[in-house]
């Protein structure tokens, strides 16, 4: 698990060791499916009040255990500390 700072946004994620079809679709394109810089702007322009200091990362183990037990809780704790109201969730 991981909580990494929004700003500046990551300029990539590692993705290497994730199995898709890369063929079909790659993660080139951070903005894509982690919109940070988006956010920001929203914010920046009054069009949402703020945005997380923070983004939040779980491994993609597949465990239902691990996510309701381990991984759940921390995002949660991690949403609070930050005062997050609500969340964007994407699988990756």
Known sequence: MYAEPAVPPPAALY???LFWDKQATHTKDVDSF?????LAEYAQSGRIASASPRFYGVPTDYSQSRTIDLYGPQILKWCRDDGVDAAVLFAL
Do not use: E, Y
């Open 15 to 17: 993705t290497d060791d």
């Open 34 to 38: 982690l919109p940070l810089g988006r």
